[in-house]
C-alpha cells in the first residue's frame, strides 16, 4: 500500500476541479446540529471529523429505494431490468462506514451476485478520513475493532496539520492522487504512528468499555441465548426499527411490485427493511414468526455478533453508535447488551 504526504490545499483544489468539471462529490455536511452526506458545492462546505452521519455511507451502494426493473403487459409481457449507476466521489467517510461497506461487499458479491450493487459499486470512489477523536458519545469504533478501516477504500486521509497522510487502497486511488504530493518518508510514517498511538490512548480512555473480549462474543451469545435481557429490553421496544434503518450493515430489504392505474406497466422495487420490524416475518397466511419485540431483538443481536462474525469472521457491528443514538427507549445498544449478558452470566 503506497502511503503519500499532501499539502491540504492541493488536494483540496483537486476535489473543487471534480466540482467544477461537473463531477458528484458527496461529504458529510452540517445540518443544524446533525451531519449528513450531501452532494458538494465547494470543499469548503464539508464538515471535518463532526459527528457521524444520520444514514450511513451504505445509501450510495445500497439506497433505501431502488427500481429494479420496469414491466409491460399486453399481448406480450416486456420486462427491462435497471440498473442505475454513476461515477460518485464519496470524501470524509469515516472508519466505520468504510468497515461497513467492506462488509456488504462480502454480503452482495457471495454467490448471487447483486448486479445492481455490484455496478454501483464499481462507480463509486470512497476516500476516508481518519477520527482522531470520537465523533459521539454513543461510539465505540475501538471496541470493535473498527477505528481504522481494513480495506473496501480507494484513499485515506490522516490530517497531519498543514498535509493529509494518504494512504491508497486502490489503483483509482493512485490515480486520483498521482502528481499532487510526494512519497512519505520513514519520519512521516513515524509521526503517524504517534498521532495513532495518541489516538487509541484517548479512545480507550472516552469511550464506554466492551467488558467481554471482541472474539468471544458469539460465544458469549449462544449460551445465553434464553437470558432475561432479551423479555426485560423487549418489552420497552417501540418495534419502530429506527435501529436498522441507520445501521450502516442491515442489508435486509423487502421487494415490491408497484402497478400503474393502467393495468399494463409497473416496476418493480426494493425497500429497506429490518428484522425489528413488525412485518418482517409476516408471512402470506398472516402469522408473524418474530412477533414478540424480545425475540426481534435478541436475532438483531445475534446476526451482528454471532451468525455473521462467525461466517466472516468479523463483527457486522462497527460501532459507529447510530443505532443507540435513534433507538428511543435505548435498549438496543449492542455494546450496552453484551456488558449486562456478560455481568449476568458472570454473576450465575
Given amino acids: 500500500m ?14 473543487d476541479q471534480e466540482i467544477r468539471e461537473g463531477n458528484e462529490v458527496v461529504a458529510p455536511v452540517r445540518q443544524e446540529n446533525q451531519a449528513n452526506f450531501r452532494r458538494l458545492k465547494s470543499t469548503e462546505e464539508i464538515l471535518w471529523g463532526g459527528p457521524q452521519t444520520v444514514i450511513s455511507a451504505k445509501s450510495f451502494v445500497f439506497p433505501q429505494k431502488e427500481e429494479l426493473l420496469r414491466y409491460e403487459m399486453n399481448d406480450e409481457i416486456k420486462v427491462q431490468p435497471k440498473v442505475e449507476a454513476r461515477p460518485l466521489i464519496l470524501l470524509g467517510v469515516h472508519p466505520c462506514d468504510i468497515n461497513g461497506i467492506s462488509l456488504l461487499d462480502k454480503v452482495f458479491t457471495e454467490k448471487n451476485l447483486d448486479e445492481n450493487y455490484i455496478k454501483k459499486r464499481e462507480n463509486l470512489t470512497i476516500i476516508g478520513v481518519e477520527c482522531l477523536e470520537p465523533c459521539s458519545p454513543e461510539s465505540f469504533c475501538y471496541r ?29 486511488g493512485e490515480s486520483f492522487i498521482s502528481g499532487l504530493g510526494k512519497k512519505a518518508t520513514q519520519a512521516d510514517l513515524e509521526k503517524v504512528k504517534k498521532i495513532r498511538r495518541e489516538r487509541d490512548a484517548l479512545f480507550d480512555r472516552e469511550q464506554r468499555k466492551l467488558k467481554p473480549k471482541l472474539s468471544e462474543l458469539p460465544l458469549l451469545l449462544k449460551e445465553n441465548y434464553d437470558s432475561a435481557v432479551w423479555a426485560e429490553r423487549g418489552v420497552r421496544c417501540f418495534g419502530c426499527g429506527s435501529c436498522n434503518m441507520v445501521c450502516p450493515t442491515c442489508y435486509c430489504f423487502d421487494v415490491r411490485d408497484c402497478v400503474e392505474l393502467d393495468l399494463r406497466h409497473g416496476s418493480r422495487l426494493r425497500w429497506w427493511d429490518g428484522c425489528m420490524l413488525t412485518d418482517f416475518t409476516r408471512v402470506a397466511t398472516g402469522e408473524i414468526f418474530r412477533e414478540d419485540r424480545g425475540a426481534r431483538l435478541r436475532h438483531r443481536t445475534y446476526r451482528k455478533d454471532c451468525y455473521l462474525f462467525e461466517k466472516w469472521g468479523r463483527s457486522f457491528c462497527t460501532g459507529c453508535g447510530r443505532c443507540g443514538k435513534a433507538c428511543l427507549t435505548k435498549i438496543v445498544d449492542p455494546l450496552d447488551i453484551a456488558n449486562e449478558i456478560y455481568e449476568r452470566s458472570r454473576s450465575r
Fill in 2 to 15: 503506497e502511503k503519500y504526504l499532501v499539502a491540504k490545499t492541493s488536494f483540496l483544489k483537486r476535489i
Fill in 144 to 172: 470493535k475493532g473498527s477505528v481504522v478501516p481494513s480495506d473496501g477504500f480507494d484513499l485515506f486521509l490522516t490530517d497531519m496539520g498543514r498535509n493529509f497522510f494518504v494512504e491508497v487502497g486502490s489503483s483509482r
